[in-house]
């Protein structure tokens, strides 16, 4: 009698949970093109994501007064998924409402990052979107000079129904624009 053949021999053997992680990615990501299930899976994800935006409020000035209005029960923001989040971590979209000085910016683009992928910003106002009457050494002009914005709110202060509008303009760019769900894995099986 021979010696017997050991059946795990020639498989793929794991030293890490990353290993096992990208492994079964790529087998599901493969799974997922062959069946069109891609397609599905990554509509249903972009669906959610953009259904269920958790603002943070960084209110700076006046327009947060705005912003409180949007959340209250007249314009309920919660009907459209928006509940706002006391926390970074808890946020997918930062609503900055205000004149951000110099001074705050700093704290501003912490709390950005802070934030988990995917994140979104919008300026609500013309003093966050491009300094608004402050010309002056002490205010940021624009603040997409800190942190990259996705909408621009005009207005001084922009009603509730102008941020809602904002909010429904974000819902429909990350709609447009949302990777697919197997596109780090996809990635990985073509390097």
Known sequence: MGIAKNPLEGLVQFTTLDDIVNVTGKVVATIAKTTKMDTVV????????????????????????????????RYDTDRLGMVFRPSPRQSDVMVIAGTMTKKIAPAVKRLYDQMPEPRWVIAQGGCASAGGP????????????????????PGCPPRPEALIYGFLMLQEKIRKEMPSVFARYEARQHS
């Open 134 to 153: 402050y010309n002056t050494y002490a205010v940021v002009q624009g603040t997409d000079l800190v942190v990259p914005v996705d909408v621009f709110i």
């Open 42 to 73: 990554d509509g249903i994800v972009s669906w959610g994501r953009r259904s269920a935006l958790w603002p943070m409020t960084f209110g700076l000035a006046c327009c947060a007064i705005e912003m409180i209005s949007a959340g209250c029960s």
